[in-house]
């Protein structure tokens, strides 16, 4: 047995209400995402209109009045859910425009009626102005935005408004192409039916695109060092699992570790919020200078490893001292003045799709040891893989004491290092041996 109207009226108002109750609690935890308010505004005009129309007979037409008001909300339920797109995805909305679309199907009926047309043309013109907004929310569910994946529940979105856009394209031409009657107690069941399983996609879709929104957020504030917005340890694991995958096999990179020289020293001479603007300020040049396609790290403390896919041993010494030379040769801003700071860099080969990672690090490790006991702002180049006794010599205890240590090792060059610039790593040292300003 078919439902009357006016319970399937009532069931898409109850139906939205319980959408609009849901997103009302998610609005007011999150203030600041415009687009739950919008999407809300859009359920809640929708609801409406569906409350209004449970009054009209199935028979007849509304007066002009209702009928405008009604298409009024069925038109600005479109059109927030529209402006929610763009703000989703972080494009801007034009208030004027929107006020525009929502305002032109209830305008459009009495006019084409004023005009003395008829009651066809005048709710093929209400169609058009709704095919239009659906239109457009359909583009913005398949569109690409630069720099942000796309959601699987786009689909549902896409699924939905292609639905919509059917709808009213099969409304516009039975409209002009067939004499059936325009108000019938079948078309409207037929379209409150199709209204309310394309509604349920449409909130359902709304749901889940904030939902996998606010989880992908979480996945990423956990594989990001909250201080420098670099990689953690985590986010490292997985960028060079998502790089391996993409592969057909083993691929060449290289791999280096960066550890800022006496940062302990600033730290205590100058404090830890000093020490977390050079973190900061020594992430941003890192990132500056290294290629959009390597994957930088922070590795722990201070120290920041970087992985170079598809560059050769000369390549990988080029670009190291490229990175050394940028720390190098400005200093970093502090409110108690500029500080020179300089870095030692350790550098080593692997090969991306097999186990040689951990080995690589460990080369890598090995040479910044070696790179800091011969005198700092330098980079030494790892030959092999350290054995067991090796490590115990290079311990973090060992590379952590220089920082607190004076530097009282002359400036050569090791076998593949790079020599420093002598004045600025004596005016870096005196700098620290200063007391501090007041």
Not at 94 to 105: Q, Y
Not at 126 to 131: D, K
Not at 239 to 266: M, Y
Not at 290 to 316: H, K, N, S, Y
């Amino acid at each position: 047995m078919l439902l009357d109207l006016a319970t399937l009226h009532f069931a898409s108002a109850a139906s939205r209400c319980a959408y609009v109750i849901v997103f009302l609690v998610m609005a007011l935890s999150q203030r600041g995402q415009t687009y739950l308010w919008q999407w809300m505004g859009a359920m809640g005009a929708s609801m409406a209109g569906s409350f209004v129309m449970m009054g009209v007979p199935p028979e007849t037409l509304p007066p002009v009045p209702v009928t405008m008001v009604v298409y009024w909300l069925y038109g600005g339920s479109l059109v927030l859910a529209w402006t929610g797109f763009r703000s989703f995805f972080g494009r801007p909305v034009n208030i004027g425009l929107g006020v525009l679309l929502c305002a032109l199907p209830g305008l459009v009926y009495p006019a084409i009626l004023a005009a003395g047309l008829s009651g066809r043309l005048a709710l093929t013109g209400v169609f058009t102005s709704c095919l239009v907004v659906a239109l457009l929310s359909l583009h913005e569910t398949v569109r690409r935005t630069a720099g942000m994946a796309r959601l699987w529940s786009q689909y549902i979105e896409t699924l939905a408004f292609a639905c919509y856009t059917l709808a009213f394209l099969l409304s516009i031409a039975m409209l002009l192409g067939t004499d059936m009657p325009m108000a019938s107690a079948e078309s409207a069941r037929g379209s409150l039916i199709l209204d309310q399983i394309t509604g349920v996609f449409v909130y359902f879709g709304f749901v889940a695109m904030a939902a996998e929104r606010a989880n992908r957020n979480l996945l990423r504030l956990a594989e990001t060092d909250p201080l420098t917005g670099l990689y953690n340890r985590r986010g490292l694991q997985q960028a060079l699992q998502r790089r391996v995958a993409s592969l057909d096999g083993r691929s060449p990179a290289g791999l280096l570790i960066a550890d800022i020289d006496h940062f302990k020293a600033i730290n205590d001479r100058y404090g830890h919020e000093s020490g977390d603007l050079v973190l900061t300020a020594f992430a941003k040049r890192v990132r500056s200078t290294l290629r959009a396609t390597d994957i930088v790290t922070r590795w722990g403390g201070e120290e920041f490893l970087a992985v170079l896919p598809g560059v050769t041993p000369q390549e990988l010494a080029a670009i190291a001292e490229r990175l050394r030379a940028s720390i190098a040769d400005q200093p970093f801003p502090l409110r108690s003045g500029p500080l020179p700071v300089t870095v030692s860099i350790g550098t080593a080969t692997l090969n991306l799709g097999d186990d040689s990672f951990e080995r690589a690090t460990k080369t890598a490790d090995a040479a910044l040891y070696e790179a800091k006991t011969q005198g700092r702002n330098r980079i030494c180049a790892g030959s092999s893989p350290p054995d067991a006794s090796s490590q115990d010599a290079l311990s973090r205890d060992a590379i952590s004491r220089d920082a607190t240590t004076p530097d009282t090792t002359q400036h050569g060059a090791a076998a593949q290092d790079v020599p420093p610039p002598g004045s600025l790593r004596r005016r870096a040292d005196s700098v620290l041996a200063e007391p501090h300003p007041a």
